[in-house]
């Protein structure tokens, strides 16, 4: 079965910091574009970061530029994504997701999500 599975979401204070880290079983991550996303209560999915394929190419959105940074560990099969400064707005749920094509909103294969909360 192919699936992505996030971690590392929990509390965190203003100012603080997380990894999250998206895992595959089932298909090779760097083969994939794999992008970041996080939906807050109330709100539509945003999406933050994404890596292209076998390129390794990287995005990021405005919202979140210079605070985070997406890498792909090849060997673990795993893509992460380093969350510095990290705001009350932060607050959401993200999910990790996948797609043999590109970058883009619909992506084919998506986890459960990991909450991350922001507060003091």
């Known amino acids: 079965q192919m699936q992505v599975v996030e971690s590392g979401g929990g509390l965190v204070k203003p100012g603080g910091t997380l990894r999250l880290s998206c895992a595959a079983s089932?298909?090779?991550?760097?083969?994939?574009?794999v992008g970041w996303f996080r939906q807050a209560p109330g709100k539509e999915r945003e999406g933050l970061s994404c890596?292209?394929?076998?390129?390794?190419?990287?995005y990021y959105s405005g919202s979140v530029k210079g605070r985070v940074t997406l890498s792909r560990d090849n060997a673990k099969n795993m893509v992460y994504l380093q969350m510095n400064s990290l705001e009350p707005e932060d607050t959401a749920v993200y999910y990790c997701?996948?797609?043999?094509?590109?970058?883009?909103?619909?992506?084919?294969?998506w986890g459960k999500g990991t909450l991350v909360t922001v507060s003091s």
């Open positions: 997701a996948a797609d043999i094509t590109s970058c883009h909103r619909e992506m084919k294969y």
């Open positions: 089932g298909l090779t991550l760097n083969e994939y574009a």
């Open positions: 890596i292209s394929g076998p390129e390794g190419s990287t």
